[in-house]
């Protein structure tokens, strides 16, 4: 046993522990929804922290994100049989609304052939590649995701076809095309992450040493949850993935860690619920909207607290046996805006 309070090897008895330490790294997954579904049911994964079924949207969003790329590519004269290397840089612009915008970026590399040996003609015609880059990236196309039906539209921005823009354009469609399709019936690491989240709220776990999202601690009364998931975890990633857990031995240097830990991260979910508060002070337009802010802020701060008590503070207070306060009166915030906010809060 580690004096520090963490072990290498789970050979200590339940008694002997404060939780465990989980790191978890969620890599590329594709899974279908019936497989996923069918694993979920099998582990007995609780109905409410199922991750929601994969929207067209997210798939979509997901599917033009991977058009973004830098890649070598060769122009070949179709006459003279020249060719010429070059970079290509591919963007995603996001717009309003579903649409994203394609635009390419072309980069100077090298030539195919001594560029000497080129007939002027053809000398000019490729002379952004040889000579220089392009300024600006050079639109290429809108997408559309047309949510009635789930398909996706195309409307092309290149004024005319010079230097494989549309055969580079229709690539990219059909790239497209094939992983939305892909993505629509499939979970994603996305998924798993949600599911994930939703878990660790459910068992109170907090971020050790507050690295949000990298490693986190997790009570051992969660334990029989946290196996279940990382059973779904590396099935998905076929026995690979990333994942460790340390358990923590029952310390009193432990103790005043997690101690430490826990009311960092009440503290930022309450920093979280100032800003909400704040946003809604600055909404305030009249004083009849000023009675109904008061009574809404009111019982949501109620609410927040008492949620706070019953959850993570009930939680780690019988864990640790210590005492750890909640009250929205226990911060000093460092944004002026949210003292604002605070001081509006105490006056309710």
């Known amino acids: 046993m580690s004096r520090y309070g963490i072990v290498m090897d789970d050979n200590v008895p339940e008694s002997a522990k404060l939780g465990y330490l ?96 080129c007939p002027d003609d053809i000398k000019k015609l490729l002379e952004i590649y040889v000579e220089k880059t392009q300024k600006e990236p050079e639109k290429m196309a809108l997408f559309e995701l047309n949510r009635g039906d789930e398909t996706i539209s195309r409307t092309d921005l290149f004024k005319s076809n010079q230097l494989n823009i549309k055969e580079q354009t229709d690539e990219k469609t059909d790239e497209l095309d094939k992983v939305f399709i892909t993505l629509k019936d499939c979970y994603t690491e996305r998924y798993l992450k949600e599911a994930w989240f939703k878990m660790i709220h459910e068992i109170n ?96 701060k109620d609410k927040f607290e008492q949620e706070m008590k019953d959850s993570l503070i009930k939680q780690y207070n019988e864990l640790l046996g210590m005492s750890i306060s909640a009250k929205t009166e226990a911060y000093s915030p460092k944004s002026e805006r949210l003292r604002i906010a605070q001081e509006y809060l105490r006056k309710l």
């Open 22 to 117: 989980v790191g978890i790294v969620h890599e590329r997954v594709r899974i279908p929804v019936e497989e996923l579904d069918k694993l979920f049911d099998e582990t007995s994964f609780p109905e409410n922290l199922r991750p929601g079924t994969p929207r067209a949207q997210n798939a979509f969003q997901a599917a033009v994100r991977q058009l973004a790329e830098k890649t070598t590519e060769r122009f070949v004269d179709p006459q003279s049989g020249i060719s010429v290397d070059f970079n290509v840089e591919y963007f995603i612009d996001v717009l309003p609304g579903d649409v994203r915008q394609l635009s390419r970026k072309i980069q100077y590399q090298s030539s195919g052939n001594v560029i000497n040996d």
């Open 205 to 300: 776990g907090i971020p050790y040493i507050m690295a949000q999202g990298s490693v986190w601690f997790i009570p051992k009364d969660g334990k029989e949850l946290l196996d279940s998931f990382i059973n779904i975890y590396t099935t998905v990633h076929k026995g690979g993935g990333t994942v460790r857990v340390l358990p923590v031995i029952d310390t009193e240097q432990q103790r005043q860690y997690l101690k430490s830990d826990a009311e960092k991260y009440i503290k930022s979910k309450y920093e979280t619920f100032l800003k909400n508060v704040a946003k809604e002070i600055e909404n305030v337009k009249n004083q009849e909207d000023v009675e109904k802010a008061r009574e809404k802020l009111g019982d949501k």
